[in-house]
């Protein structure tokens, strides 16, 4: 095996060693692909000014994200079917972020429950993403387990009332939950490395609702049950709502214009996320980058704005938080690591992050992560 030295090497092995269905399922977007390309494609319009003559000997990327210490204002993103990617998916991912020091949150729509995690980890705190479903007591349920379960931040996602279209995931037959088809199954019988680890795990669905859920405890009631719980009527009395039940610190995913940050804001929100779903929902969304700075104004200060949707490298951290981000998110950049490595890839794909994010500071004369100011970019024109 080659030498992996960025997180485009773990993309290609990903490719190689995870099934099609599974693989496109993470390596794709909504409708055109158009905003899940300019995610990445307008990152690469900032350039830095590198500076000489600074005396960058000590180098510090630590940071806290609301309240957290971390040793680089990076979180691992919530991405669902995690386990799908690798056996044990979430497990081994949120073993690798402890160990980096980094969070790691968990999605509703995770293969490991929040007790498999919990469990696996020694109950180390970690982060949970909730999904408002119509049934506001499973809701209310799966509040109750994160804190349970020692979750010290509830993200709850707020730009997934209806499903955008994955061409990618229609042509490989991919379901909520997976149905797979004949030419799928010879697929997955071509990844042997996958194959194994699933034949040797006992977690296979949807962990957080299967057994949870009423009336939800086989397949069919699953799907069932998933069709129907997307609650196109959410709203922000919901997060109200939410922040009533909610002791922990409460982050709001999903933020795409200055109005809805505002109102994130007064809803108690301790920090809200810029994201568009990675270019997976409203196609011709402008980027994640490109909106940061308007909403980092429009919060002015009264809450943390973290970042989502782009990065794949530490140079990209490093632009987020010079626009004003106070903490990134990976979702893609850790699922190809761990679809190409196992946790072994996880914690690989952290360390690549890290040490381009340091050198990129050295490069640019800074020496603090919590210093860095726009005055290191500019833009292309």
Request: aromatic share 8%; glycine share 8%.
């Amino acid at each position: 095996m080659a030498e992996i030295t960025c997180i485009e090497d773990m993309r290609r092995l990903a490719r190689k060693r995870v099934p099609r269905m599974f693989y496109d399922y993470v390596d794709g977007g909504s409708w055109s692909e158009y905003t899940y390309r300019a995610n990445e494609a307008d990152f690469q319009r900032i350039e830095f000014r590198q500076r000489v003559a600074c005396d960058i000997t000590h180098r510090d990327t630590a940071s806290t994200m609301v309240g957290v210490p971390v040793s680089m204002p990076v979180a691992i993103a919530p991405t669902g079917l995690t386990g799908m990617q690798h056996a044990d998916g979430e497990i081994l991912a949120a073993r690798a972020a402890k160990q980096f020091g980094i969070p790691f949150t968990l999605s509703t729509m995770s293969i490991c429950s929040l007790e498999a995690v919990a469990e696996a980890t020694g109950r180390h705190p970690f982060w949970f993403q909730l999904y408002v479903m119509r049934d506001r007591s499973f809701v209310e349920s799966l509040i109750a387990r994160a804190e349970a379960a020692n979750c010290s931040a509830l993200v709850v996602t707020m730009d997934l009332q209806v499903f955008g279209q994955r061409h990618k995931d229609k042509k490989n037959g991919l379901s909520m939950p997976p149905k797979p088809t004949l030419r799928n199954i010879v697929n997955m019988l071509s990844k042997p490395r996958w194959c194994l680890g699933m034949l040797g795990t006992q977690h296979r669905q949807f962990g957080n609702i299967v057994g949870h859920a009423k009336g939800v405890d086989n397949i069919q009631s699953l799907v069932e049950w998933t069709r129907e719980q997307f609650d196109p009527t959410l709203s922000w009395q919901d997060i109200e709502w939410i922040r009533k039940r909610w002791q922990g610190k409460l982050i709001i995913k999903g933020i795409q214009h200055p109005d809805d940050a505002r109102l994130a804001v007064s809803c108690g929100a301790d920090a809200v996320v810029v994201s568009n779903h990675g270019g997976r929902q409203l196609d011709g969304a402008s980027s994640s980058i490109t909106t940061l700075p308007e909403i980092v104004d429009a919060v002015g200060g009264h809450t943390e704005v973290h970042f989502d949707s782009g990065i794949r490298s530490g140079q990209d951290v490093l632009k987020a938080i010079a626009l004003g981000a106070k903490g990134t998110y990976i979702g893609r950049a850790m699922l190809y690591g761990l679809g190409a490595l196992g946790e072994q890839g996880v914690s690989k794909a952290l360390h690549i992050i890290r040490e381009e994010l340091d050198l990129s500071m050295a490069f640019c004369g800074q020496t603090d992560i919590q210093g860095i100011t726009p005055d290191i970019l500019r833009m292309k024109p």
